[in-house]
């Protein structure tokens, strides 16, 4: 997954980018402490993950998610747990607070992993089991419960 970092602290990109270097399905494009540079790399790069700091001295990390366009997977990174509700309701993936874990890390990138090769595997998958077709005039009754349908039919037609 191509990924991005955004944090105004060096200390945290050094740590985070330590933490990227240690799982295989990751791959760094970026490490930034300026959000400019990673916005313009968002703009024309196929980014898959962004972790991205919440205060920066010239535009918030609220304010550059709400100007993409095209959002990739973003883990808020920040000091400060109030965020979070609004992080959530732009659709962040996950939320980590500083000092970060990288137990708590591996959490959050396994899960953009999942959705990550989720999207990739969406297209639908044909089994080879046989089609039988029945008539209608076989059917006894039909059931019905949540999201599932179970006919009962007489023989096969």
């Known amino acids: 997954m191509n990924t991005i970092i955004i944090d105004d602290e060096q200390p ?12 295989p399905f990751l791959h760094l494009k970026l490490a930034t402490t300026n959000a400019f540079e990673g ?3 968002l703009n024309t790069t196929d980014i898959d993950l962004l972790f991205l700091d919440v205060e920066m001295p010239d535009i918030t990390g609220i304010e550059l998610l ?3 366009d095209n959002k990739p997977k ?11 509700l609004q992080g959530y309701e732009l659709d962040i993936l996950d939320y980590l607070v500083k000092p970060i874990r990288f137990e708590r890390f591996l959490k959050a990138v396994n899960k953009a992993h999942h959705l990550h090769q989720l999207g990739q595997n969406n297209a639908p998958q044909q089994e080879n089991k046989p089609i039988i077709r029945l008539h209608i005039s076989s059917f006894v009754y039909t059931f019905s ?3 599932f349908m179970t006919y ?5 037609s």
Request: proline content about 0%; aromatic content about 18%; cysteine-free.
């Open 152 to 156: 009962f039919h007489i023989g096969y």
């Open 12 to 23: 945290a990109i050094k740590i985070l980018s330590n933490f990227v270097s240690k799982i």
């Open 66 to 68: 709400k100007s993409l």
């Open 39 to 41: 916005l313009q790399l």
């Open 145 to 147: 419960h949540s999201f």
């Open 74 to 84: 973003v883990i808020f990174t920040t000091a400060y747990e109030e965020y979070a």
